[in-house]
């Protein structure tokens, strides 16, 4: 059996404890709780978490900017953000921060398992909230539009892209494989793979030659860096 491993960050020791609770009845689910409070890093490099649900009302610091910092340094580990009541500015700068679901504290277990099991199996379930939301889809949409009339990258609109994930894109353009890449910038295929996953994630492409193309549109490479 296919295991997934979820971390529980939140500041509220009982609130966690009712997430293990309410997981707990699924016997593919390794959880493990972590006090933001506390360095946060050591536990994720330890327990390397398939999925984390981050509570966004943080005290200490930034829910949202501990979930960015989460979804840039781990991008095989999906962040799903839980919050009391998170309103069309909060899901547009959960957006932005990488996160793949934003529900409610309040959600229903079966929700809540439904949605880590869909981002476990690479959706994003925060495309529903867009969807549903027309403000948060108007004001996504206008982040997109600004930026193309200003001529500027979309990066500041999505998760941005490294050198390096760029630098992969247009090895990926011109039809290189992971081990090519690998070979080519003298690094493990294994790392190539990492950063593939981390692409496709920012950029919620469905494969390679659709992280391109996407990533052409957007402006986050140009058409003459690759051989298209």
Known sequence: MKT???????EQPFFRAGVRLALGSQPDF????????????????????????????LA????????????RRYPNTK???????????????????SAVACLKKTVPPEELISNIRRASNGE???NDNIMTRPVVARQVLKSFLDMETLGKSVESAVA???????????????GNSNKQIARLLN???QTIKN???????????????HAVVLAIRRGLIKIEENSL
Do not use: C, W
């Not at 997934?4 to 939140?10: K, N, Q």
């Not at 949202?64 to 979804?71: F, M, S, Y």
């Not at 962040?79 to 921060?97: A, G, K």
């Not at 892209?161 to 247009?170: D, S």
């Open 30 to 57: 390794i959880i493990q709780e972590a006090d933001p409070s506390e360095e946060i890093i050591n536990p994720i490099d330890s327990f390397q978490p398939d999925i984390v649900l981050l509570g966004s009302d």
């Open 4 to 10: 997934t491993r979820i971390m529980i960050i939140d």
């Open 79 to 97: 962040v799903i953000m839980l919050s009391p009541d998170p309103n069309d500015q909060e899901l547009f700068e959960v957006i932005r921060s």
């Open 124 to 126: 994003y379930p925060i």
């Open 160 to 174: 941005p892209l490294t050198p390096r994930e760029k630098e992969i894109l247009i090895h990926i353009a011109d």
């Open 195 to 209: 950063h593939v996953s981390a692409i496709m994630r920012k950029l919620n492409a469905n494969d390679r030659a």
């Open 187 to 189: 690094i493990s295929e």
């Open 60 to 71: 200490n610091h930034s829910g949202l900017e501990l979930g960015t910092r989460i979804a």
